[in-house]
């Protein structure tokens, strides 16, 4: 234990003020609450994790080897519901979104505390109903729910369907309070131009959050009721239309892509600017192109519907505007690396994250550009090289930020520092199995290995065995993660109120922070991450 440390601590602490059970449960604390939000989403994750391994297990061999097809089919439903649903879109935003954009903004709490708290027990309410439909019988559709056959699957399905409507509910009021927040809540001297970029990409996030998760529910509900009712909307043997369900399906569920990935890429921003001890280059760029990519992902859905019977036309136009996404990623990733370049660059943890970031948004997102044009995309569309690409993009880049962000704000939300080899171990193992997981999945794709096939040809078995060893390794990095983050709640060395050196506004309070965040509000003099001042003192 560092005792210079220790003292340079605030005494009291959200940590420490209150210790009952029931100020944890009816806690209206932005932080209280983004802690609780990060437990559901790492137990989802680990629920999720445990699908894809049984899964992977059952792929080493071309025939059956541990489970029935049913079963299989229902793993990747089930696996694609727990991580889609709860745990990529709450992943950074609830938990770490809730953690700190208040503190970067100089705000007590966010505008809306109760509401906060019934975020959390609508999304905790929604994912009990879920995990109950999957334990009741399964589900065995895939994430997407697609029409006709989920109007008709023998499987529970509709508790899952309701447990995921619910779900958006939560996601709606989070996304309601944190613009509010944003508008009317920040300190003297925040103005829009020093607002971190971790905020603006929150704040982007937001907006799809609020306008399209009713599209979402809409046709959840649809499904529900076409399954209780034989309503006759989605099912043509009633007179529907399944093509209308993916319309409306990816309406939502093309813009649900960057409400997983634009947090990620806010969290990217601070721990380049943090690792590189310099300001970001091209903030504006980078604050604008967040509003380009949730912007045009509004109108690029019908690109996962090339072969859905649109017209050639049409499929061009969408081809187009998903190919401008890639402008905006590029224009983020060009502006980190200039960040980079002539930084003085401290390779810790989190920015080896930062790093596997990085290489996996740039491959998923070439792929993704390849997928945008039609005559590739017909080619690959339902093979293994769209879970490749969908994978890269959005799951490892989503990984790889979260890990960032649970390393980089640990010693803020816990106050204890974590053993650094250890850690260095378990990110390389992390980045290094990621890869070797899903790369053989392109090749696999390439080859004409349908995606959610029980069995496969015999010469396909050293790429499904490579990619099985490539999750075991992911395994048992998660694995030691999950143990050295344990170890240091209870014995990690005490961490210094700001143990990176970083200029983010979130280290003006202390680590961790006291129960109001600060004593007085805070006044923002400098830019944010500006490395040419001295430190400021921090304000609890």
């Avoid at 609450?33 to 071309?62: D, H, K, N, W």
């Avoid at 930020?401 to 980089?408: D, N, T």
Wanted: charged letters at 10%.
């Amino acid at each position: 234990m560092n005792p210079s440390a220790e003292s340079s601590q605030p005494a009291i602490t959200y940590l420490n003020h209150e210790t009952s059970v029931m100020s944890w449960l009816l806690t209206r604390d932005h932080k209280r609450i983004g802690v609780m939000f990060l437990v559901g989403v790492i137990f989802s994750l680990l629920l999720g994790g445990i699908f894809a391994m049984v899964l992977r297990l059952e792929l080493l061999t071309p025939g059956p080897t541990l489970i029935s097809p049913m079963t299989y089919n229902r793993m990747f439903t089930l696996h694609g519901v727990i991580m889609v649903w709860l745990f990529m879109i709450p992943a950074i935003p609830s938990a770490f979104g809730n953690f700190v954009l208040p503190i970067m903004l100089g705000a007590k709490d966010v505008a809306f505390p109760r509401l906060n708290l019934a975020s959390f027990y609508i999304y905790l309410a929604g994912a009990l109903l879920t995990v109950f439909g999957m334990l009741w019988s399964g589900a065995d559709t895939g994430w997407t729910f697609y029409t006709p056959y989920s109007t008709v699957s023998p499987s529970a399905l509709t508790p899952i369907l309701l447990g995921v409507f619910i779900i958006g509910f939560s996601t709606i009021i989070t996304g309601l309070n944190f613009i509010t927040t944003v508008h009317t809540m920040r300190a003297p001297g925040m103005h829009w131009t020093r607002i971190p970029l971790f905020v603006w990409a929150i704040y982007g996030t937001s907006v799809i959050q609020v306008v399209a998760t009713p599209v979402l529910g809409m046709v959840l509900l649809l499904v529900s009721m076409e399954r209780l009712l034989g309503a006759g909307i989605f099912d043509p043997s009633r007179g529907g239309d399944p093509v209308l369900f993916q319309h409306m399906f990816w309406f939502y569920s093309h813009p649900a892509v960057y409400i997983m990935v634009l947090p990620a890429m806010g969290v990217i921003t601070e721990v380049v600017c943090a690792f590189s001890r310099k300001n970001i280059f091209g903030y504006r760029m980078i604050a604008a192109s967040t509003f380009g990519i949730a912007f045009v992902g509004f109108f690029s859905w019908g690109h996962h519907m090339f072969v859905s019977g649109q017209s050639t036309f049409t499929s061009g136009i969408f081809g187009v505007l998903s190919m401008l996404v890639a402008i905006f990623t590029a224009i983020k990733i060009f502006n980190w690396v200039a960040t980079m370049y002539g930084g003085s660059i401290d390779l810790r943890v989190p920015l080896l994250y930062v790093l596997g970031f990085i290489f996996l948004l740039m491959f998923g997102g070439m792929t993704g550009v390849a997928v945008a044009t039609t005559s590739l995309d017909v080619h690959w569309h339902d093979t293994y090289f769209v879970v490749a690409h969908f994978h890269y993009i959005m799951v490892g880049a989503v990984l790889m930020a979260f890990l960032a962000a649970l390393h980089y704000w640990w010693p803020k939300m816990f106050g204890r520092v974590y053993p650094e080899r250890w850690s260095f171990l378990a990110a390389m193992t992390i980045i290094f199995g990621f890869i070797v997981t899903f790369l053989p999945q392109f090749l696999l794709g390439n080859l004409g290995m349908p995606r959610r096939y029980y069995q496969y040809p015999q010469e396909m078995q050293w790429l499904h065995v490579l990619s099985t060893a490539g999750a075991s390794l992911l395994a048992f990095g998660f694995g030691l993660i999950a143990v050295y983050l344990l170890w240091s709640l209870r014995y990690g060395p005490v961490s210094a109120p700001n143990p990176w050196g970083s200029r983010g506004y979130e280290w003006f309070s202390g680590s961790p922070p006291a129960p109001h965040n600060f004593t007085r509000a805070p006044s923002f003099e400098r830019e944010v991450h500006d490395y040419t001042v001295p430190e400021a003192p921090r304000v609890y």
